[in-house]
Nanobody, 128 residues
Framework: QVRLEESGGGSVQPGGSLRLSCVASGYIINIVTMAWYRQAPGKQRELVATDTAGIDGTTNYAESVMGRFTMTRDHAKNMAFLQMNNLRPEDTAVYYC????????????????????WGKGTLVTVSS
């Protein structure tokens, strides 16, 4: 079974920084795309950043975080990171790690493709 787990959330003052981590566990073969979403109180979940591995791999950001947030990955460890700098109060939200598709070995050793994985989220609060 594959799981995603986020860590690194916390409370910071405006202008501060945080680094979120996401680790995918299980007998993973590969993860092409990983993404970070966030959901602020009373608002819909929104895409923050997405990274697609491969020769033409790209990282894309929401306009609201461009230039402040950086998404990186450690493919060998099945991890994703979100470095968040110059945080603003409007960045306050629960941040979720996501992967739309993960290939892994199931409990009988068969190659399996699972869809739409989410972590439980980590809370980021930006306040003075």
């Amino acid at each position: 079974q594959v799981r995603l787990e986020e860590s690194g959330g916390g409370s910071v003052q405006p202008g501060g920084s945080l680094r979120l981590s996401c680790v995918a566990s299980g007998y993973i073969i590969n993860i092409v795309t990983m993404a970070w979403y966030r959901q602020a109180p009373g608002k819909q979940r929104e895409l923050v950043a997405t990274d697609t591995a491969g020769i033409d791999g790209t990282t894309n950001y929401a306009e609201s975080v461009m230039g402040r947030f950086t998404m990186t990955r450690d493919h060998a460890k099945n991890m994703a990171f979100l470095q968040m700098n110059n945080l603003r109060p409007e960045d306050t939200a629960v941040y979720y790690c996501n992967s739309p598709e993960i290939r892994y070995y199931n409990n009988v050793g068969a190659v399996t493709t699972g869809m739409n994985y989410w972590g439980k989220g980590t809370l980021v609060t930006v306040s003075s």
